[in-house]
């Protein structure tokens, strides 16, 4: 079973932010294997959609608590690493930019720090959605920086950019299945 996880905050207030591309992302890639119908699953706290061996997960803890419900999906579904894809907000990386890598994520990511702490394993793979518009400028710090929207011109941008990656994850995906 391959188990695709877009990592993001849950609530409302969140959609829209940098660090929700996992679930952007997530949901344009569910949506092409048809899969739309996500349930909230309280055992594995996420949203979950199954469709026959692709497993779409959506946690509804915070980004920084995120291992606990991958380790919780992984381990319900009797699911490996190997076949573990969680997509994520990546500041290493230019919006527009993304990357698929297997084992290799950003520099530091809480949310992925979680997950690497409760699976003991970075050895899965790293869906890396590019957001940093910052052109090396640090004034502002990362943490506050990933909770703000898109400007009107990032957002086009970001949507090229999230197509383009759902289509390459859609293919790579199916060759992987």
């Known amino acids: 079973m ?4 877009g990592l993001g905050n849950p609530e ?22 048809v899969c739309d119908n996500f349930t909230n699953q309280p055992k594995v706290s996420a ?12 946690p509804t803890t915070y980004m920084n608590l995120s291992g606990q419900p991958v380790r919780a999906i992984l381990d319900y579904y009797q ?34 720090l979680s997950v690497y702490q409760h699976l003991g394993t970075k050895n899965f793979w790293h869906v890396r959605v590019g957001v940093d518009t910052r052109d090396g400028s640090r004034l502002l710090d990362s943490s ?12 086009a941008k970001f949507e090229r950019a999230t197509n383009e990656l759902t289509q390459e994850l859609f293919a790579h995906i199916q060759m992987k299945h």
């Open 47 to 58: 949203q979950i959609c199954k469709k026959q061996t692709l497993l779409f997960a959506k």
């Open 79 to 112: 699911a490996e690493t190997k076949d573990l894809y969680v997509i994520h907000d990546d500041l290493d990386l230019e919006l527009g930019q993304y990357k698929i890598q297997f084992g290799t994520g950003p520099q530091s990511h809480n949310g992925l």
């Open 2 to 5: 391959k188990v695709i996880v």
């Open 12 to 33: 409302e207030s969140f959609k829209g932010t940098r660090h929700n591309a996992g679930f952007v992302v997530l949901d344009k890639l569910a949506s092409k294997f």
């Open 144 to 155: 506050d920086y990933v909770l703000e929207r898109f400007s009107t011109n990032e957002k």
